[in-house]
């Protein structure tokens, strides 16, 4: 199936520039980055890395970072843009690793992409070495419920209100933005938090961060008025 990402990889690398979209810069890197880098990890795999910027963060404070994409022209760039670092084409359901062999696993604003976001899960579980960490960022599900309407506006335009309609039915749905279409896949909270303790991991930590202190103060207060992304620390126990 046709997900619009071999289409939008172009205006994709463009709206990410060399340090990331607002959401990403000013929202959830100030929380990734020190939570990845906690444990002090030495190998990490980076799911659905897009075109590498967050691994050539890790891989600049010193920690060995694997991405895999499924989208070439994204693989192409982040090789490009990381040449000493190592990029992978292929997908979270079906991850090309063995048992337990990374200390961290990262999935930034990915599961949102996945078909099968509990495959994505179970694998992402089986790669992670005992007493290891996975970080996840993922859109919130009362933003994600209305992801293809949008803010309800007043009749001149301005954001009234953010619609949560049909959270509890989950569905594949095409949003478009900056000249990116792609698919996402809005799902309740649930279905992630019963796929998570299914694959045996513990939750360490979560938070529905919000922007940052010197974020642009229209943009700030926008991501203010919506709980846009949550965040969630995972630990695998050791046997």
Known sequence: MDNGWNQSADAWIASQGDHGDFGRRYVLDPVMLPRALAASPSR???????????????????????????????????????????????????????DECFDLVVSYLTLVDIADSDAAIREMARVLAPGGTLLIANLSGFSSASADDGWCRSLLGH???????????????????????????????????QALLAAGLTLTWFDEPEPVAGAPADRAAQYRRVPWFVVMEWRKGRD
């Open 44 to 98: 990490a795999l980076d799911v659905g890395c897009g075109e590498g910027r967050f691994c050539r963060q890790l891989s600049e404070a010193g920690v060995a970072a694997t991405g895999i994409e499924p989208t070439p022209a994204l693989v192409g760039a982040a090789r490009a843009r990381g040449p000493g670092g190592q990029y992978l084409r292929g997908v979270g359901e079906h991850l090309p690793f063995g």
């Open 159 to 193: 954001r009234r209100h953010y619609p949560i309609d049909r959270y509890l039915q989950e569905r594949a749905m095409w949003v478009e933005w900056r000249g990116i279409r792609i698919v996402n896949h809005h799902r309740p909270m649930r279905r992630y938090m």
